[in-house]
Nanobody
C-alpha cells in the first residue's frame, strides 16, 4: 500500500508562485511514474504535469512554461513549482501514481487578488 500526502497549497495573488510537495510512503517510489492533477470547481479533474520514473516530464497546455515538475527519489518526494499563477489555476491539486491508481487527499490552491 502506498500513501501520498500533498502539502503547500495556499491563497496567492495573481502573478505569484507556490511550490507543492508530495511525499510517498512505501518502497519503490523510484520505479514509478508520477503526476499532478487538479480539479477546479464544477470541472473535471485534469492532468497538470507528469514525470516518469527516470525524470522525463510532460505538461498540460495551460501550464506549459509556467510550472515545473520534479522529483527526489532519495526522499520519495515529488514537487510542483508553480509560477506566474493566474485565477484559472485555482483548484484542488492531487498527487497521483497513475499506474497503480494511487491518489493523495489533495491540497487547495486559490489564486485571487
Amino acid at each position: 500500500q502506498v500513501q501520498l500526502v500533498e502539502s503547500g497549497g495556499a491563497v496567492v495573488q495573481p502573478g505569484g508562485s507556490l511550490r507543492l510537495s508530495c511525499v510517498a510512503s512505501g518502497r519503490r517510489f523510484s520505479d514509478y511514474d508520477m503526476a499532478w492533477y487538479r480539479q477546479a470547481p464544477g470541472k473535471q479533474r485534469e492532468l497538470v504535469a507528469g514525470i516518469s520514473f527516470d525524470g522525463r516530464t510532460n505538461y498540460g497546455a495551460s501550464v506549459q512554461g509556467r510550472f515545473i515538475i520534479s522529483r527526489d527519489n532519495a526522499k520519495n518526494t515529488m514537487f510542483l513549482q508553480m509560477n506566474s499563477l493566474i485565477p484559472e489555476d485555482t483548484g484542488v491539486y492531487y498527487c497521483s501514481e497513475p499506474s497503480r491508481n494511487y491518489w493523495g487527499q489533495g491540497t487547495q490552491v486559490t489564486v485571487s487578488s
